[in-house]
């Protein structure tokens, strides 16, 4: 191996080990049409070797749809956010600034604004803490349940004690992946719990 190319490598294996994680605040459900130009951009600029790695940190979700049918989906940690991996200068800052969709670094204000007009945004790295948490959350996160149904909406229950009792949505909780709904037991109306799993919507 040549002295030039072992300087070389040398060089970018020193440069990568400084790069750090930023996080980008980009256009609402634009984050892998921002992601796909970042990368192909990075190439076409000349800073590909200073922009690493480009992520929108995941988790694995489960679309229930009107039908009853399942749809396997990814769900984003942080909607609206992508984060990169980049060693920051002029260049590389630019670089992601000027893409389309991208709004800005999250940062400080670095107060060069004058009177009402805002300061600069200067980007702050995110500690490794940070980052270990981010993607710590993405791998270990449950499956997240969506379910198209809302309140008034028949439903059947599939699973559990009250399978095949049909009745009546009268709460919601996406966050929970939980319902409630008016069940007939014993010819009353009763209130149960139930997990979106458990459930099956009825046209």
Known sequence: MS???TTSLASSKA???IARWYAVQVA???EKKVKATLEQRSVTLGV????IEI???QTPGIKLKKDGSRQTTEEKVFPGYVLVRMILDEDTMMAVK???NVINFVGAEDGRGSGRSRGHIKPRPL???EVNRIFKRASEKKAVIKLDIEEKDRIIVTSGPFKDFQGEVIEVSGERNKLKALLSIFGRETPVELEFSQINKQN
């Open 28 to 30: 609402s459900s634009c």
């Open 127 to 129: 500690s490794r803490q």
């Open 98 to 100: 000027s893409t389309p």
């Open 55 to 57: 992520e929108i940190p």
């Open 48 to 51: 590909n070797n200073r922009i």
């Open 15 to 17: 440069n990568t080990s």
């Open 3 to 5: 002295d030039e190319l």
